[in-house]
């Protein structure tokens, strides 16, 4: 091989283009000194060095959180649709815009202090949310443990809060939809909002497209701030530190 040619021709990887020397960077003797008296250990140390030198940082895996609800006017402000107003509380606070409509969803992207986020409504009617969720996890290939639904409960009382780190759809459609489209998986967080029990023998059915009262709505917007703080929590923190913070919360309503 000729060291000492007049040019050198460098492929850059990626790259269109080449790098054309008119002198060559290393003399035949500097070579064979360099390379001739280099023991194993130091080759060893210099291809570590070269592989961290030239390494990038691995890109953090974002969080997604699902409001469940229906959409239109009809539907907007009723109990069915409180997953809908965490989703807007959090992108309001944190400045991320919803105004974009991917995978059958309201869809913004943005961070919660440095966690990338993404937030999500779908819009497909509640009965059929995890055609979007599905859809949303597949593409961005997010674990499921960093997946929260936030959604209403009946069978808590109204706007009292409760994170889990996993469990069933306890009837609600739109969890169901959702854990048939994760192929049975449960293992997902999920942030409860309670609605309450219809009064009388009123129709469930009817009972979650009801508006709120005034002092409902009061009551209501207080519990949205709670969900926010916990999501921040959970994000920046850990689920533990979350759970305790949405549990002690609770507490200090009862004791008040």
């Known amino acids: 091989m000729n060291l000492c040619a007049s040019s050198f021709k460098f492929n850059l990887p990626g790259c ?9 960077l290393i003399s035949a003797s500097l070579t064979v000194s360099l390379f001739s008296h280099q023991n194993p250990s130091s080759s060893t140390a210099m291809a570590a060095s070269i592989t961290t030198d030239t390494s990038k940082p691995k890109q953090m895996d974002p969080w997604l959180i699902v409001g469940l609800g ?32 991917s995978f059958k969803a309201s869809f913004g992207k943005g961070f919660i202090g440095d966690v990338p986020v993404i937030l999500a409504k779908p819009q497909t009617f509640m009965n059929a949310s995890g055609e979007s969720v599905g859809a949303i ?38 969890m169901k939809s959702i854990i048939n ?11 409860r909002i309670g609605i309450g029990r219809p009064p009388g023998k009123m129709d469930p059915a009817a009972f979650v497209l009801r508006p709120f009262t005034k002092q409902e709505r ?10 926010l703080e916990a999501m921040r929590i959970l994000l920046l923190e850990g689920f533990d530190k979350s759970a305790t913070f949405v549990n002690s919360a609770k507490k200090i309503e009862q004791m008040g």
Request: include cysteine; aromatic fraction near 8%; hydrophobic fraction near 35%.
């Open 70 to 101: 229906n959409p239109g006017k009809k539907y907007s402000a009723t109990r069915h649709n409180v997953g809908f107003e965490m989703v807007d509380t959090i992108a309001e606070a944190e400045g991320i815009p919803m105004s974009s409509v």
């Open 181 to 191: 489209h994760f192929k049975g998986n449960t293992g997902f967080p999920r942030l």
């Open 16 to 24: 269109r283009h080449c790098l054309r020397l008119s002198k060559p």
């Open 218 to 227: 009061e009551e209501l917007d207080f519990t949205l701030q709670d969900g």
């Open 137 to 174: 996890v597949s593409y961005f290939k997010i674990p499921l443990k960093q997946v929260v639904v936030i959604f209403d409960d009946m069978d808590l009382p109204f706007a009292k809060l409760r994170l889990l780190p996993k469990g069933g759809h306890g009837g609600h459609n739109g």
